[in-house]
């Protein structure tokens, strides 16, 4: 008969080595390299052994779609694309079909690109993806799609930010921004797009790069704001984040820190990238609404979150949400998180099992939050959703 003890002991053993393991994964979290590898995934490429330069295998017609370079500021050289609209590629059909596919070395001299460049009726969007991957990675190819149903002209352009696919470089928060605005300023003067026919999409960490590149447009003189942004499954802050994250959805990494709060705002003291979304939007928007710019600019803000994310909860939706418009208002109307829920609890479109949604509006801009039942993490960026939110940036 085996006493309790050689019974005990190996499972002991077990525990103890679980939570040895655990206590290392946590030190190895104040390591930089290591953190940029936990929260940029960069190196998870998902689409291995497939050639990003190869669009057709993500099942797009030859050439709808244009893999190009783009150098930034600092160096780095981003691996791209322009995707067509369908009704353009079918109306340039044989032109498209004749040109050499892969990789452009001058993105100027491609037929697409003149066809963005030459059409006063185009609309574009830069698009920021998520964590890991690429441009060909999972739900990507099918937003791409939904983003292009919106509305017959809409052209879309986007990186593999540095450090990701064959991107040169190394992520980290200011590179993510340089990546932003490189592609902002191809757009801009390159491609010589204005910016109200510019609207942005952005999906998780994606979104941090976009309110932060919008952030830093909207300060510059004279300031640049696009048409609208579209802001899917967006986090509050890194530290928020650290809370709630869970990998894969289902293992809920950092919780058993959070049951002590000191615990996990030290571990956050040790994290470089802080991606403060909620307070960056909320000083573009501020600024927006300062003497100095008031009424001449209008921001286009939408926010959308499925209740099923089991990633990024949308409660980090309802926390951006708050914030931007606590930026619209006075300092003696400022709401708490609980008196804006049930401001909004009266002002909601309910949808039944398509969720709901607020809409926020001032003299200087709109702010919508759509929380949908159904859509997860990624598979939302290619729902419907989506294509409702770009078309409506384009109707006002
Ligand atoms: C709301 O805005 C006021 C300024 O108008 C600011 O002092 C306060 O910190 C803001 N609160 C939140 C939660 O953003």
Redesign the pocket.
């Known amino acids: 008969m085996a006493s309790a003890s050689t019974v005990l002991k190996p499972i002991f053993g077990t525990v103890g080595a679980v939570v040895g393991l655990y206590i290392a994964f946590i030190g190895l979290l104040t390591i930089p390299t290591f953190q940029d590898h936990v929260i940029f995934l960069h190196k998870v490429t998902l689409t291995w052994f497939q050639d990003v330069s190869i669009p057709e295998q993500w099942g797009f017609l030859r050439n709808q779609v244009t893999p190009f370079h783009l150098t930034t500021a600092d160096g780095e050289t981003l691996h791209a694309w322009h995707i067509l609209p369908l009704d353009t590629y079918r109306q340039n059909l044989d032109g498209l079909r004749a040109e050499p596919t892969g990789l452009r070395n001058d993105i100027k001299e491609t037929l697409s690109f003149k066809l963005l460049k030459d059409d006063p009726s185009a609309r574009l969007i830069l698009y920021f993806h998520g964590a890991a991957g690429t441009l060909g990675s999972g739900f990507r190819p099918p937003s791409y799609r939904a983003i292009s149903a919106a509305s017959p002209n809409v052209h879309i352009l986007a990186i593999d930010y540095r450090g990701f696919g064959t991107s040169t470089g190394w992520p980290s928060e200011a590179g993510l921004l340089s990546d932003a605005l490189a592609l902002a300023n191809f757009a801009l003067d390159t491609a010589g797009i204005p910016p109200e026919r510019i609207a942005i999409f952005a999906q998780s960490l994606g979104t941090a790069v976009a309110i932060s590149l919008t952030h830093h447009l909207a300060l510059q003189s004279p300031p640049t704001l696009f048409a609208g942004h579209v802001l899917v499954a967006p986090f509050a802050n890194v530290e928020l984040l650290t809370e709630t994250y869970k990998v894969a959805g289902t293992v809920p990494l950092l919780s058993p820190i959070a049951f002590f709060p000191s615990l996990l705002a030290l571990l956050n003291k040790f994290i470089k990238p802080k991606f403060p979304s909620?307070?960056t939007l909320?000083s573009t928007i501020?600024h927006c609404h300062s003497l100095e710019l008031k009424h001449k600019t209008k921001y286009d803000l939408t926010i959308i979150h499925a209740e099923d994310d089991y990633d990024i909860p949308w409660l980090h939706s309802e926390i951006v949400f708050?914030?931007a418009v606590?930026?619209t208002?006075?300092?003696n109307?400022?709401?708490?998180?609980d008196e804006l829920h049930s401001v909004n609890s009266k002002r909601k479109t309910g949808l039944g099992a398509g969720g709901w949604e607020v809409e926020w509006r001032t003299d200087d801009g709109i702010i919508r939050e759509q929380i949908v039942k159904h859509g997860l993490h990624d598979r939302i960026m290619s729902y419907s959703i989506v294509s409702l939110a770009i078309a409506r940036i384009y109707e006002s």
């Not at 109307?333 to 998180?337: G, I, K, L, M, P």
Request: proline residues 0%; glycine residues 0%; without cysteine.
């Open positions: 909620k307070d909320a501020r708050w914030h606590n930026a208002r006075n300092e109307d400022a709401y708490t998180f």
